[in-house]
């Protein structure tokens, strides 16, 4: 089985690289990934991809890393769809996506009304299949600097018996893990999956 994986320099992507030895996975990002022979392209600009069954989308970034709305929109917005589009293009009948709890299109706020529009327009899409997943805080080592999202991770432990299941911090290797098993399957639909769920999918 042939993967198509954006996102391979991340924290989620990178572990989905590493733990999926047993499948052809073909990375595409702006620049090389040592070791892994991949398509390298601007988002924006993205050539044919190679035929593949099954893609995997990790993109991600934040507003203050971004540098504005426009500049974070450009990331998790227009640069997830149009992977998407070009996976479609090649073939791709099952899509994943790491995207956030809380997404919602109608949300005031940039971070989950941007991860709600885009579940709206992969849904349209027509995908056989898309899981799309919802975790909350992720927990791991990044190798870009996020010092709020660094002390959220500290602060986690003392947080997450205070908050719902699927609100609270989830290992990053749950994600990667459930991402893992989920390309093995391909039911027909459209499936979201939050912090219990991925917890669960990690195990199978």
């Known amino acids: ?72 929109r450009a990331v998790d917005h227009d640069a997830v769809l149009a992977f998407a589009r070009a996976a479609k293009a090649a073939g791709v009948t099952h899509f994943i996506l790491v995207s956030s709890v809380g997404a919602n299109p109608r949300s005031s706020l940039l971070y989950p009304r941007t991860k709600g529009e885009v579940e709206v327009a992969l849904t349209a899409m027509g995908f056989s299949s898309l899981d799309i997943l919802q975790p909350g805080l992720l927990i791991g080592p990044r190798a870009e600097r996020r010092p709020v999202e660094r002390f959220l991770q500290w602060a986690a432990p003392v947080m997450d018996p205070f908050l719902p299941r699927d609100v609270g911090s989830l290992p990053a290797e749950a994600v990667a893990g459930a991402i893992v098993t989920l390309t093995m399957r391909s039911e027909p639909g459209v499936f979201r999956h939050t912090n219990r769920v991925i917890a669960s999918l990690t195990l199978t």
Request: negative net charge.
């Open 1 to 72: 089985m042939r993967v198509l994986l954006a996102g391979a320099t991340g924290l989620v992507g990178g572990l989905v690289l590493k733990a999926t030895e047993a499948m052809e996975i073909i990375p595409v990002s702006r620049r090389p990934i040592p070791g892994h022979l991949g398509v390298v392209a601007d988002f924006d600009d993205l050539p044919p991809l190679p035929e593949a069954q099954v893609a995997v989308c990790a993109l991600g970034t934040t507003r203050a890393k971004a540098g504005s709305d426009a500049a974070f």
